[in-house]
């Protein structure tokens, strides 16, 4: 049986709900990918172009650190990848845990919650960050589903 792993980052807690929701459905480990600096509402007003999180998404080299170390990714074959859509994307410390890990080989299932936009391109961009890892399609979720309603989707992707 393949083990598997829910990493996510969340700015307000909707995200995190989700992947402990995921988490308990699928039987995975569940590891937060925390910012060195942690975002506070002022960062995450988006109609400010001043923000911290506007100034980071329109920076598209812009890599947020990370204030934990990896997860020891080698006993994972799958890693689920959550987090919030910013500007129709993954927020850029999505990019920082992707280009820090060892992903080769590994069956890498984004998930995203929304106050409303899909997932955009976020699929496309995601796989140019780690090509080495065998991609399936991304899903939004609402940050509410249930333990049913996630399984209903790990049975689409066959999992």
């Not at 910012?35 to 506007?54: C, F, H, I, V």
């Not at 689920?80 to 993954?90: H, K």
């Not at 992707?98 to 998930?111: C, N, Q, R, V």
């Amino acid at each position: 049986m393949s083990k598997t792993l829910v990493a996510y980052f969340s700015a307000s807690g909707v995200t995190a709900r989700l992947a402990k929701t995921l988490a308990e459905a699928a039987g995975a480990d569940l590891y937060e990918i925390r910012p060195a600096e942690p975002y506070s509402q002022a960062d995450l007003n988006w109609m400010d172009k001043g923000s911290r999180s506007t100034v980071e998404m329109q920076d598209k080299s812009c890599r947020p650190a990370m204030a934990d170390p990896m997860p020891d990714l080698a006993g994972y074959d799958t890693v689920f990848v959550g987090f919030p859509i910013w500007w129709y994307e993954a927020p850029r410390i999505i990019h920082t845990f992707l280009e820090a890990g060892d992903f080769s080989g590994k069956t890498l299932i984004p998930f995203a919650t929304s106050g409303g936009s899909g997932m955009g391109k976020t699929d496309g961009i995601l796989q140019k960050v780690c090509p080495a890892a065998r991609w399936l399609p991304g899903r939004r979720l609402n940050g509410g589903a249930s333990v049913a309603q996630v399984q209903d989707w790990l049975r689409s992707l066959g999992l």
